[in-house]
Every structure is written in structure tokens, then in C-alpha cells.
């Protein structure tokens, strides 16, 4: 029985870790798709043609909805039963600072 239960706490450890690392790889594919968006919309500022205000991706499966608010990029999808929000503030030199909310989704 003692050996059930460590078998069944490591395979639930190893499917977290699992889970973790899908999660990252979607936050970090949000964050360089907002930097090259950034970069694109400074890019069409200085000289002077159109900028991208939205963008829909799909990122390991997952729709993934940016908009560029001149100041943040709103990087937006639905996990489960929640929906993360990603508002990624940028300067003219650089990402600045980040914040992730997460809500559940209403039915």
C-alpha cells in the first residue's frame, strides 16, 4: 500500500511539472510575441506607415488574442476553465513591467 501511495504522489508530481512546463511555454511565447509586435508598431512610427493594433495566434493549440494599447500589449486566452490576461507594458527602449490575472470563466 506504501508503495501505491509513493507511486501515485510521484506520477502526480510528474504530471504538475508536466502542466508547468506547457504553461510556461505559452507565457514565453506571448511575451516574444508581444516584443515583436512592440517592435513592428515602434518600427511603423518612425516611419510613418501602419501600425498592428490586434493579432491572433495560435500557440501550442491555444488561441492567443493580442492588442496593442500604445503603452501595453493585452495578451489574452482561455485555459481550462479560466481566462488569462497578460498586459505587458513597454517603453521606446524595452518591456517595462508585466502583470498576469486570472480569471474564471463565466458560463
Avoid: P, W
Amino acid at each position: 500500500m506504501q508503495i501505491m501511495s509513493v507511486l501515485s504522489l510521484e506520477t502526480l508530481q510528474q504530471v504538475a511539472l508536466v502542466q508547468c512546463g506547457k504553461q510556461n511555454v505559452i507565457d514565453l511565447s506571448c511575451i516574444s510575441y508581444a516584443k515583436a509586435m512592440i517592435r513592428q508598431n515602434q518600427m511603423a512610427l518612425r516611419c510613418g506607415t501602419s501600425r498592428m493594433d490586434e493579432k491572433n495566434v495560435s500557440i501550442d493549440g491555444i488561441s492567443v488574442s493580442f492588442h496593442d494599447h500604445k503603452t501595453y500589449v493585452e495578451c489574452t486566452y482561455a485555459k481550462a476553465n479560466r481566462i488569462v490576461t497578460m498586459k505587458i507594458y513597454y517603453d521606446d527602449q524595452a518591456i517595462i513591467s508585466m502583470d498576469i490575472d486570472s480569471v474564471l470563466k463565466k458560463r
